[in-house]
């Protein structure tokens, strides 16, 4: 393109609030032939609040340790929030935000561990304690099974369940608890419907990206409009930009979309990488597209700019 149409593409962009990282960038994004989003505070609004506390009761580690009697769920509750008072994590603040606000006093925890991608552990009241996914309490020996149905049950409804577990000081080496369950749900955005709809109306694919479990991202594409095939669920957060190299090497370009610190290698390795919103500056600083507002039906409006600028010009 030359420098004019570049202009005014760039200004035509910068008053809908699509901000482009230069001229290249500008021409590139007419060519996008696949959307990926982010879920969390992309296609939702990243807002977590505590939904389902659930007592998962005489959950034994398979008979190695005779179990203790079911403890309350707000006992489940406080345990939870207290392991995961020092994680800075949207799944960890809405867990001790919903503890508070129930009333329960949330304690401090020792030897506080981030397990990214799957969770937390911390001693608490001399007991360690596990709260996250599936993976983090298989990995210590504790079976997540006892609680399969609940997690199903609240997975299928779009939330994030996380497992709680935690290790008697008197346990015989690994000898774990499963104790319950706490679940957050988080809001789908209004337009991520008309957004995906938009997209796919030019011809473009739109897939779902997320480190999440497989049953709560189905839920969200579905409530979108994604088609199941087009769910990479479970992905560790320095697996993303792999995966999104691994669609591209399908032969497709790929814009990525997102808004979390976990983001930016993905976005920096996507043909197209666009920040949105409220993005962090560090996925700011790794796109070439940024969007101003929170409103995903403006990834469309940044390939429109681009395809209209110029077509128009050329
Ligand atoms: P996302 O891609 O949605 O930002 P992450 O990669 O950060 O997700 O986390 C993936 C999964 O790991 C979460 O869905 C959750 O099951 C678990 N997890 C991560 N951090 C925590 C935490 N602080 N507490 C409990 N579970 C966690
Ligand atoms: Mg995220």
Redesign the pocket.
């Known amino acids: 393109a030359t420098p004019a149409a570049t202009m005014v593409g760039t200004t035509i962009g910068a008053r809908n609030g699509v901000l482009f990282k230069g001229g290249d960038v500008l021409e590139r994004a007419k060519d996008v032939d696949t959307v990926v989003f ?3 505070g992309t296609l939702t609004d990243g807002e977590m609040e505590l939904t389902d506390v659930v007592v998962v009761a005489g959950a034994a580690d398979g008979g190695a340790l005779a179990p203790s009697p079911p403890l309350t769920d707000d006992e489940v509750l406080r345990l939870a929030a207290t392991a ?1 008072r020092g ?1 800075e ?1 949207p ?2 603040r809405a ?1 001790v935000d919903g503890a508070r606000a129930r009333g329960i006093d949330v304690g401090g925890a020792e030897d506080f561990e ?7 552990r911390a001693t608490v009241d001399g007991e360690a304690v596990l ?3 599936r993976k ?1 309490l298989r990995d210590e020996g504790i079976d997540p099974s006892p609680a399969a149905e609940t997690m199903e049950r609240l997975e299928s409804e779009g939330k ?1 369940a ?1 497992l709680v577990a935690r290790v008697p000081a008197d346990a015989a080496d690994g000898a774990g608890e499963l104790v319950g369950v706490v679940a957050t749900a988080d809001t789908v955005k209004g337009s991520s419907k008309a957004a995906v709809s938009a997209l796919r109306d030019r011809g473009v694919d739109v897939m779902l990206l ?4 497989e049953r ?1 991202a189905r839920a969200v594409a579905e409530a979108v409009g994604i088609d199941p095939a087009n769910v990479r669920a ?4 320095e697996d993303k930009s792999d995966a999104v190299e691994a669609i591209q090497d399908e032969g497709r370009r790929v814009m990525m979309v997102g808004d ?1 610190v ?1 983001d930016a290698p993905a976005l920096a390795v996507a043909y197209v990488g666009c920040a949105i919103g409220s993005g962090t500056d560090v996925a700011i600083e790794a796109a070439d597209v940024t969007l101003m507002r929170d409103d995903p039906l403006d990834v469309a409006k940044a390939i429109r700019v681009s395809d209209a600028t110029l077509a128009k010009v050329q």
């Open positions: 982010d879920k969390t995961e994680s994590h799944l960890a867990v981030n397990v990214p991608g799957h969770g937390v709260v996250g996914n983090l994030t996380m997320t480190g999440d479990n709560t479970e992905v560790l957060p979390g976990n």
